[in-house]
């Protein structure tokens, strides 16, 4: 088991920045949250192996950008809409269930007469891009984006994976919201259309006292990435399909996914 784990968290303060005359680039714009925790790992006289790692799973998602009086489009989960889910993985879609593969996971392996140490990190980063134009009128010349608002929730576990006999030990949750606000302008000079709305300084992520249990579906397909979908809901009449979800439900998960730690995941 692992000895000490100590999470560590930041997030980066926002700017802004409107770019090209065809979508809202934030390339300034820059909102990151991360969690670093160190690791040691006791002596091992057994030969066996563990896992350290990041998991992440999106509670709630709201992103709506509105264009005028026309109506908004709205990017969603619809695990999450349906109420089918709680939460959506928000792994990186090839390491299931593991938020990434690189930084954010560590192996220990036995036998070992030493202790080890590792610090493992993950890092959250947002760099929306928004269309100027209404995407579900063609006929749409003028830019007439007008505002953006996109609030998120999210779990992070610190997880400890006995890979040689599958037990799993969630060593520290933490929970954390990405909220982001702004009014546009798109007649207004080339680095003056955009403006922050929301706290410039976001809220900090909480290290909750006590573990959250993750549910299955947090373990599984589909993460994030590949449910998400956009929708255009105008004022008058019915919403429009915009980008339908990656993911196919119809066909087998093997066949979408390249590797999942599956008995992690059936846990």
Known sequence: MPGQQIPQQQMVSQQMAAASQIDAQFTDQHQQVQVVATIEMSPMNDTQMWKVGWIQACTDMMFHNTYGDEGYTSWEFPELTSGQQSMISDCDGHHYPWYGSRNETVIFEGPCKMYQSATIAMNDNFHPHVTWR???????????????????????????????????????????????????????????????????????????????????????????????????????????????????????????????????CKL
């Open 134 to 264: 209404n995407p579900a009128n063609r006929n749409q010349t003028e830019p007439n984006l007008s505002h953006i608002c996109r609030d998120q929730s999210f779990y992070v576990w610190l997880v400890a994976w006995n890979m040689s006999e599958h037990k799993a030990f969630i060593l520290k949750t933490v929970r954390w919201n990405m909220f982001l606000e702004i009014t546009v302008d798109p007649a207004k000079p080339l680095g003056q259309r955009a403006k922050l709305v929301s706290n410039p300084i976001p809220k900090q992520p909480d290290v909750l006292e006590n573990t959250i249990p993750i549910p299955r579906c947090a373990l599984m397909p589909p993460n994030a990435n590949s449910a998400q979908l956009l929708v255009w809901k105008p004022k008058i009449g019915p919403e429009v399909l915009i980008i339908p979800p990656v993911w196919k439900k119809d066909k087998p998960l093997e066949e979408q996914v390249i590797r999942f730690d599956s008995k992690l």
